[in-house]
C-alpha cells in the first residue's frame, strides 16, 4: 500500500510511526483514527493553517452539544435501541478525541 500512496501522493517518502512515537512539527489532518502529518518545515503558511485547525476546533464545538444533548436526553435513552446509544455514544468519543488532537496540533502550530 505504501508504494500506491507514494505514487498518488507524488510523495518522496512515507514514514510510519509507533504508537507513542515522537512526531517532527506537522500539519495533520484526521481520517478516521488516522493521523496523517505532514511535516511543516518551511512548507506551510502558519497562519493558513491556524485557520484551518480554528475551523475544525469550531465545527467540532458546534457538534458536540447536539451528541450530548442526545445521550442526557431521558426519552431519547429511554426509547432509542441499545445499538443506536452505543452508536452515538462512540460519535461523541470521537468527537471528543478529535477535539483533543486538534487542539494540541494548533497548539503545536502556534508554538512555530
Known amino acids: 500500500n505504501q508504494a500506491y500512496l507514494q505514487k498518488l501522493g507524488r510523495l518522496e517518502t512515507i514514514t510510519c510511526l509507533q504508537n507513542g512515537g515522537t512526531a517532527p512539527e506537522s500539519a495533520m489532518a484526521l481520517v478516521g483514527n488516522l493521523k496523517i502529518l505532514i511535516p511543516m518545515a518551511g512548507l506551510i503558511d502558519k497562519a493558513a493553517e491556524l485557520a484551518r485547525l480554528d475551523k475544525e476546533i469550531q465545527k467540532i464545538n458546534n457538534e458536540l452539544p447536539r451528541a450530548e444533548g442526545k445521550l442526557n436526553n431521558p426519552a431519547f435513552v429511554d426509547k432509542a435501541p ?3 446509544i452505543e452508536k452515538e455514544q462512540a460519535k461523541l468519543a ?3 478525541s ?7 496540533q494548533r497548539e503545536k502550530t502556534k508554538a512555530l
Open 98 to 104: 478529535s477535539l483533543k488532537n486538534l487542539e494540541a
Open 82 to 84: 441499545a445499538d443506536v
Open 94 to 96: 470521537d468527537l471528543r
